[in-house]
T-cell receptor
Framework: NAGVTQTPKFRVLKTGQSMTLLCAQD?????MYWYRQDPGMGLRLIHY???????AKGEVPDGYNVSRLKKQNFLLGLESAAPSQTSVYFC???????????FGPGTRLTVT | AQSVAQPEDQVNVAEGNPLTVKCTYS??????LFWYVQYPNRGLQFLLK??????LVKGSYGFEAEFNKSQTSFHLKKPSALVSDSALYFC?????????????FGTGTRLLVSP
């Protein structure tokens, strides 16, 4: 049981480049989340999804887009990367009958 | 708006001693409260939660937390610390009124257990 997986693990981008982060979960969870973690700021919610085909904005959505075409996958896109988006990105999933979230191992993104 | 405060950036404790990591919250309704732990270069792992019922909640790895509504606190405790407990700990809150767990996290407290 792989749980929540994220690809890639590391990425370096130049300002203005685009990329997509992939999150996959094999627990049949309805809810999926994208967070970013910055030193001294904890985790902040970027976007989330309450089911296949639905997405919604979190606390810090600007500069990011998401899609959830399949229940098990949640993609986070950066259309034009900026240095302020240098961060560690975590995906999480959760079921409707439980309260805890399950986190992936993270993607460390550096924008130069 | 809901918020979580973890007043200590770092807690130092000797192995075998009891530990406490503090958390206070602010919400307009009744909260769901959580503790997560993050080991280096890893994602967050769920430790325990308070949803309703007994104010003392027991979780993984011998950790427990006490919900105190009057003090709006949810401190994490362990009777005897281990060196392997050294990690980054996050408190989180969500509102009971939400249909799913839209969590707000604290800034984290680094626990350092010395041998």
């Amino acid at each position: 049981n792989a749980g929540v997986t994220q690809t890639p693990k590391f990425r370096v981008l130049k300002t203005g480049q685009s990329m997509t982060l992939l999150c996959a979960q094999d627990m049949n969870h309805e809810y999926m989340y994208w967070y970013r973690q910055d030193p001294g700021m904890g985790l902040r919610l970027i976007h989330y999804s309450v089911g296949e085909g639905t997405t919604a904005k979190g606390e810090v959505p600007d500069g990011y887009n998401v899609s959830r075409l399949k229940k098990q996958n949640f993609l986070l896109g950066l259309e034009s990367a900026a240095p302020s988006q240098t961060s560690v990105y975590f995906c999480a999933s959760g079921g409707s009958l439980s309260y805890e979230q399950y986190f992936g191992p993270g993607t460390r993104l550096t924008v130069t | 708006a809901q918020s979580v405060a973890q007043p200590e950036d770092q807690v130092n404790v000797a192995e075998g001693n009891p530990l406490t990591v503090k958390c206070t919250y602010s919400v307009s309704g009744n909260p769901y409260l959580f503790w997560y732990v993050q080991y280096p270069n890893r994602g967050l792992q769920f430790l325990l939660k308070y949803i309703t019922g007994d104010n003392l909640v027991k979780g993984s790895y011998g950790f427990e937390a006490e919900f105190n509504k009057s003090q709006t606190s949810f401190h994490l405790k362990k009777p005897s610390a281990l060196v392997s407990d050294s990690a980054l700990y996050f408190c989180a809150v969500s509102l009971r009124s939400t249909g799913f767990q839209k969590l707000v996290f604290g800034t984290g407290t680094r626990l350092l257990v010395s041998p």
